[in-house]
């Protein structure tokens, strides 16, 4: 069982490139979620979906798309990658059902992005 | 705005030490409130959640406490092994469907052999 699985684990970007960053869980999780960690920060969340086709924004969404075509992906994409956007990236999901609120977060390890 | 705040930033003990490492939140209309345990270059692993009706949980050598009418938490470590070297996240999740999960900015342990 692989859980949540995140790549690519490092990218290097140039000012203004785009690139989307890839999550994918087995868990037939409805509820996913991306999130970024900056030091001294904790980790502030970016976008969300409760389902294929469902996505809202977080906290940090500026810079950021995602969209949700099945319940297995939830991909991340940056438009024009800036400076500000160096920053560790981590997915997450939590199982559905009425009380999912209530069950754990589940997350990959992470990808290291760096803008240059 | 829910705010969630770890301290210590960083904490070093002995091997066989007790701890408890700290969290408070300024909102208590919390639904519940999680512990995670990141190891360096990982993701989460969550540790302990603690339903808002509830008032501690226990896994093992750990124990968490949640006070919400004060806005705090606390996760107890018996007996500190070097293995639990590690950053603690504590993180509150504040609506329904626990979408918008707040964290704490961590608590960096360094358990000495």
Same mark, same amino acid.
């Given at each position: 069982n692989a859980g949540v699985t995140q790549t690519p684990k490092f990218q290097v970007l140039k000012t203004g490139q785009s690139m989307t960053l890839q999550c994918a +869980?087995?868990?037939? &999780?409805?509820?996913?979620?991306?999130?970024?960690?900056?030091?001294?920060?904790?980790?502030?969340? #970016? &976008?969300?979906? =409760?389902?294929?086709? #469902?996505?809202? +924004?977080?906290? =940090?969404p500026n810079g950021y798309n995602v969209s949700r075509s099945t319940t297995e992906d939830f991909p991340l994409r940056?438009?024009?990658?800036?400076?500000?956007?160096?920053? =560790?990236?981590?997915?997450?999901? $939590?199982?559905?059902?009425? $009380?999912?609120?209530?069950?754990?977060? &589940?997350?990959?390890?992470?990808?290291r992005l760096t803008v240059t | 705005k829910q705010e969630v705040t770890q301290i210590p930033? @960083?904490?070093?003990v002995p091997e066989?030490? *007790?701890?408890? %490492? *700290?969290?408070?939140?300024? /909102?208590?209309?919390?639904? *519940? %409130?999680?512990?995670?345990?990141? /190891?360096?270059? !990982?993701? %989460?692993?969550?540790?302990? %959640?603690?339903?808002s009706s509830q008032r501690e949980q226990t896994s093992g050598r750990l124990n968490a406490?949640? /006070? !919400?009418?004060?806005?705090?938490?606390?996760?107890?470590?018996? @007996?500190s092994?070097?293995? /639990?070297? @590690?950053?603690?996240?504590c993180a509150v999740s504040r609506d329904t469907g626990g979408f918008k999960t707040i964290f704490g900015a961590g608590t960096r342990l360094f358990v000495k052999a």
């Open positions: +869980q087995d868990m037939n &999780h409805e509820y996913m979620s991306w999130y970024r960690q900056d030091p001294g920060m904790g980790l502030r969340l #970016i &976008h969300y979906s =409760v389902g294929a086709g #469902i996505t809202d +924004q977080g906290e =940090v940056l438009l024009s990658a800036a400076p500000s956007q160096t920053s =560790v990236y981590f997915c997450a999901s $939590r199982r559905p059902g009425q $009380r999912s609120y209530n069950s754990p977060l &589940h997350f990959g390890n992470g990808t | 930033a @960083a904490l070093s066989g030490e *007790n701890l408890v %490492l *700290n969290c408070s939140f300024t /909102d208590s209309a919390i639904y *519940n %409130l999680q512990w995670f345990r990141q /190891d360096p270059g !990982k993701g %989460l692993t969550s540790l302990l %959640l603690i339903q406490s949640l /006070d !919400k009418s004060s806005g705090r938490s606390t996760l107890y470590i018996a @007996a092994q070097p293995g /639990d070297s @590690a950053t603690y996240l």
